[in-house]
């Protein structure tokens, strides 16, 4: 295995050099990909490489993987991203797609791979209908990612990586180096994410995000590393969502999800509210007199209805985000989640994003409800 390269005291190579002029033309060196090694791969092998891959070139059949196994701490923030998008794309009322690590790359005249990059995560504001999508994007031809997000973890994208999203136009790379310190990390390495944002084909360093307004890179660094979903990110979602929805003039009635769980609950609590009301407000109108004792017992059965209302509306929002990550919900998961009692929202989402199936989900929560 070829030595980690320390982006801090490596000595810049001649490759380096020409990869700020010209970083598609300049030979693939492992210092370059700090944290990774070369490995061969022929073309002929490369559309059936199912590895992860950095980079990987045609001329010399190149390939940069990173050196050291690190799924634990590098892949955690991309799928925190794709959790934390679909909450914003709740509140805009619109969907924002995810597609984790996807081959972005240049082709030849026969549609063969010149040269690709894999990133960590990469989002779309606007995804294109399912029957229009490749396992590719074409970096010359079709739409590029809103954001790429990229975890230095173990690795620097800043020495070349960097540089070919800046070649190659796309918009706004997030770089984040993560809480988690990794042991060989230089110490001038600091965690926090950086957000790259291209202007007349350059890259400059922003503190917000201009794909998601408002937006701040000390924000997404904290909802990307934090275990449970604070109140603080919770807000920022809420935000971030609601100011695009009011650019595209939509919201949360305009998600199907939002819409149906809202509904339920303004359905329910509205029934149960007027029925519990009139009970309640005949009982208490007897002693009291009969119209303030309505208008009491129709206030009191109005916020019992819109608690449970709530509640039923929590579960299907839990239910829908275990459906984004590919795990099915049976008929009773409400009424399962309900018998737990209350459970604080952050633990809700954290048990989201942890479990692997809805049995473990509820594990999880009833397993937070007893500490």
Not at 34 to 43: K, L, T, Y
Not at 114 to 137: C, G, N, W
Not at 315 to 321: G, P, R, S
Request: hydrophobic share 35%.
């Amino acid at each position: 295995m070829a030595p980690m390269v320390d982006p801090a005291h490596s000595p810049v190579s001649s490759s380096s050099r020409e990869a700020r002029t010209d970083p598609e033309a300049a030979p693939v060196d492992p210092a370059d990909f700090p944290g990774c090694r070369a490995i061969h791969i022929p073309r002929s092998e490369i559309e059936d490489y199912e590895g992860r891959l950095e980079y990987w070139e045609a001329r010399t059949e190149t390939a940069m993987v990173v050196c050291e196994a690190t799924t634990r701490f590098h892949e955690q923030p991309s799928h925190q991203l794709a959790g934390l998008t679909r909450l914003i794309a709740a509140s805009r009322g619109s969907l924002i797609q995810a597609y984790g690590t996807t081959a972005l790359g240049k082709f030849d005249d026969q549609g063969r791979f010149k040269a690709f990059m894999q990133a960590d995560q990469i989002l779309y504001l606007h995804p294109s209908p399912p029957e229009e999508l490749t396992p590719r994007v074409d970096v010359d031809r079709d739409d590029l990612p809103d954001v790429i997000l990229e975890v230095d973890y173990s690795t620097d994208v800043r020495v070349r990586k960097l540089p070919l999203y800046e070649a190659w136009g796309f918009p706004e790379v997030w770089v984040d180096v993560p809480d988690a310190r990794y042991p060989r990390r230089p110490r001038s390495r600091l965690s926090g994410l950086t957000i790259h944002l291209l202007e007349d084909g350059r890259f400059r360093e922003a503190r917000s995000s201009r794909a998601f307004p408002g937006w701040t890179a000390e924000e997404i660094h904290r909802a990307l590393n934090e275990h449970s979903t604070s109140g603080s990110t919770a807000a920022a979602l809420h935000r971030v969502g609601a100011a695009l929805g009011a650019t595209e003039g939509t919201g949360p009635d305009d998600d199907s999800w939002s819409r149906r769980h809202r509904d339920e609950g303004r359905n329910e609590g509205r029934v149960q509210g007027l029925e519990q009301g009139r009970v309640q407000g005949l009982e208490q109108g007897r002693v009291q007199g009969r119209m303030q004792g309505l208008e009491q017992g129709l206030e009191q059965g109005r916020m019992q209805g819109l608690e449970q209302g709530r509640a039923e509306a929590r579960a299907n929002t839990v239910a829908a985000l275990l459906e984004e990550r590919g795990i099915l919900t049976s008929m009773a998961f409400p009424a399962r989640l309900g018998e737990l009692g209350q459970i604080p929202e952050p633990d809700l989402i954290r048990a989201a994003l942890k479990c692997a199936s809805e049995t473990e989900f509820l594990e999880l929560c009833a397993r937070r409800r007893r500490s």
